[in-house]
Nanobody
Framework: QVQLVESGGKLVQAGGSLRLSCAASGRTLSSYAMGWFRQAPAKEREFVAR????????YYVDSVKGRFTISRDNAKNTVYLQMNSLKPEDTAVYYC?????????????????WGQGTQVTVSS
């Protein structure tokens, strides 16, 4: 089992940048594909990005392509989400999640472990 803790969320102006971190403990992160999801008030949890166990494959929802970058440092047991050119519609609680499977999925139900989330607020 793995425990996940996100950090890095805060209030930022539109056009700004943030880097979110997701630190893992309890089991080595390289055992999992990792994803970032977000949930805005009164909305469903939305897939944002995914990275394979080795980091060799990444996937993004169309709305963040070219602006967000997911990466991982397995030696540090940490996954990152670099967010550039932020927009007010990016405002949400951001969650990292671990998937024991190796096949790409954007479905939150397929991820096995979740962090508690970190709030990102983008002001216009």
């Amino acid at each position: 089992q793995v425990q996940l803790v996100e950090s890095g969320g805060k209030l930022v102006q539109a056009g700004g940048s943030l880097r979110l971190s997701c630190a893992a403990s309890g089991r080595t992160l390289s055992s999992y594909a990792m994803g970032w999801f977000r949930q805005a008030p009164a909305k469903e949890r939305e897939f944002v990005a995914r990275i394979s166990r080795s980091g060799g494959n990444t996937y993004y929802v169309d709305s963040v392509k070219g602006r967000f970058t997911i990466s991982r440092d397995n030696a540090k047991n940490t996954v990152y989400l670099q967010m550039n050119s932020l927009k007010p519609e990016d405002t949400a609680v951001y969650y990292c999640a671990a998937d024991t499977g190796i096949i790409y999925t954007a479905s939150a139900a397929q991820y096995d472990y979740w962090g508690q989330g970190t709030q990102v607020t983008v002001s216009s």
